[in-house]
T-cell receptor
């Protein structure tokens, strides 16, 4: 069975500073990897995904993520954080061509002005 | 474009009462459909998924059931609610396992008193 670990419950950064949200995963075979963002009392919004190809994936709102197979990691990054990036971020994994995504526990990002 | 609708958005129910949450998807056909529960604003637990009409897979034994009476309609039900059923319920759809990403509705917040 697949699993995801997000080791930080909370990440705090100042506006304009780089933002990193960590994610490691465990899955049999090659993974599909995803990042989602959730604002209070809303559904999850898709940010980006890795399936194959370039290890650096670019997504919505200036976010990117780097797939590292040897470290089984898929960290989310943004070079310059905005106050509006404050939200709950979820990493998710599934085996290739599988119906089910497994989500991490989420990381709350707070960007202070 | 595709859209997903969930209702009701908020529900307060007494213990022992029935439940029906409805989800519909527009603009696509034969989607994979999912019900997740999010407790305490954190991690997501997959409750049910469906790959076609009348086909329901249950991930966690519990007080809830799901049905898919039409291609783009997914219903979450309970005959008698428990306090532990309180939470934020999210419906999602997946176009296919090749693209792999889920698209979520806005959620239904259930409080059982």
């Amino acid at each position: 069975a697949q699993s995801v670990a997000q080791p930080e419950d909370q990440v705090n950064v100042a506006e304009g500073n780089p933002l990193t949200v960590k994610c490691t995963y465990s899955v049999s075979g090659n993974p599909y990897l995803f990042w989602y963002v959730q604002y209070p009392n809303r559904g999850l919004q898709f940010l980006l995904k890795y399936i194959t190809g370039d290890n650096l994936v670019k997504g919505s709102y200036g976010f990117e993520a780097e797939f590292n197979k040897s470290q089984t990691s898929f960290h989310l990054k943004k070079p310059s954080a905005l106050v509006s990036d404050s939200a709950l971020y979820f990493c998710a994994v599934s085996p290739l061509n599988d119906y089910k995504l497994s989500f991490g526990a989420g990381t709350t990002v707070t960007v202070r002005a | 474009s595709q859209t997903i609708h969930q209702w009701p958005a908020t529900l307060v129910q007494p213990v022992g009462s029935p439940l029906s949450l409805e989800c519909t998807v527009e603009g696509t056909s034969n989607p994979n459909l999912y019900w997740y529960r999010q407790a305490a604003g954190r991690g997501l637990q997959l409750l049910f998924y469906s790959v076609g009409i009348g086909q329901i897979s249950s991930e966690v034994p519990q007080n809830l059931s799901a049905s898919r009476p039409q291609d783009r309609q997914f219903i979450l039900s309970s005959k008698k609610l428990l306090l532990s059923d309180s939470g934020f319920y999210l419906c999602a759809w997946m176009r296919d396992t090749i693209t792999g990403e889920l698209f979520f509705g806005e959620g239904s917040r259930l409080t059982v008193l």
